[in-house]
């Protein structure tokens, strides 16, 4: 009982730390800002949004174990696939792309 007592102290925090500093790595490879920057740009990014983004967190948790499972090889497919969703999201949350006028549409 105290060991799942004292996973959930550390599990339901970190999913939401997760949830709220997740998107820092896209920003710095978006607005190469610094790392303070960047984590602030991403709490601000997520606010409203965090109970979704800890589902889709989890939900690519559960896709790269199940890559992991087949000897690794399914994570050539799975990890690819989960940065591309939070790029997405990392998208649809800061808005169209500014200073690029080819890539507007994005």
Known sequence: FMVMFGLVLFLVPG??????????????????????????????????????????????????FCGALFLGVGLFFTVPLSVIMVASVYRKLAGPVSGAPGLAHL
């Open 15 to 64: 999913i939401y730390l997760g949830a709220k500093y997740g998107l820092f790595g896209v920003a710095i490879a978006d607005r190469r800002v610094g790392s303070v920057e960047s984590l602030s740009l991403s709490a601000r990014l997520t606010v409203g949004r965090r109970m979704e983004l800890a589902i889709l967190g989890v939900y690519l948790a559960v896709l790269n």
